[in-house]
C-alpha cells in the first residue's frame, strides 16, 4: 500500500497548473507491505520507501480519510533513495 505523493500545483517559472493540465503523480512513500507472489520480479520495498509506480497500476480505496493505492509488486518500477 502506497500514500501517493501529490505533484508540484506550480512550475520552476511560476505558472501555476490547473487540475485539468496535471498529470497523474506516479511516486509514493510504502505505508504498509504484503507477501508477494513473484518474489524474483520484484524491487524489494520496506514501510518508508519512496517508490516509482506505473501510471494508470493499482487500485485506489479509501481508508480513514485519505486516498492509499493498492500495488502490485511487480507495478513498482523503482525505489527512489533521497
Given at each position: 500500500?502506497?500514500?501517493v505523493l501529490e505533484e508540484e500545483t506550480t512550475?520552476?517559472?511560476?505558472?501555476?497548473?490547473?487540475?485539468?493540465?496535471?498529470?497523474?503523480?506516479?511516486?509514493?512513500?510504502?505505508?504498509?507491505?504484503?507477501?508477494?507472489?513473484?518474489?524474483?520480479?520484484?524491487?524489494?520495498?520496506?514501510?518508508?520507501?519512496?517508490?516509482?509506480?506505473?501510471?494508470?497500476?493499482?487500485?485506489?480505496?479509501?481508508?480513514?480519510?485519505?486516498?492509499?493505492?493498492?500495488?502490485?509488486?511487480?507495478?513498482?518500477?523503482?525505489?527512489?533513495?533521497?
Amino acid at each position: 500500500m502506497v500514500k501517493v505523493l501529490e505533484e508540484e500545483t506550480t512550475t520552476p517559472s511560476g505558472i501555476v497548473l490547473p487540475e485539468t493540465a496535471k498529470e497523474k503523480p506516479q511516486q509514493g512513500i510504502v505505508v504498509a507491505v504484503g507477501e508477494s507472489l513473484y518474489e524474483e520480479e520484484s524491487i524489494p520495498v520496506e514501510v518508508g520507501d519512496k517508490v516509482m509506480f506505473a501510471k494508470f497500476s493499482g487500485t485506489e480505496i479509501k481508508l480513514e480519510g485519505e486516498d492509499p493505492l493498492i500495488l502490485e509488486s511487480t507495478d513498482i518500477l523503482a525505489r527512489i533513495k533521497d
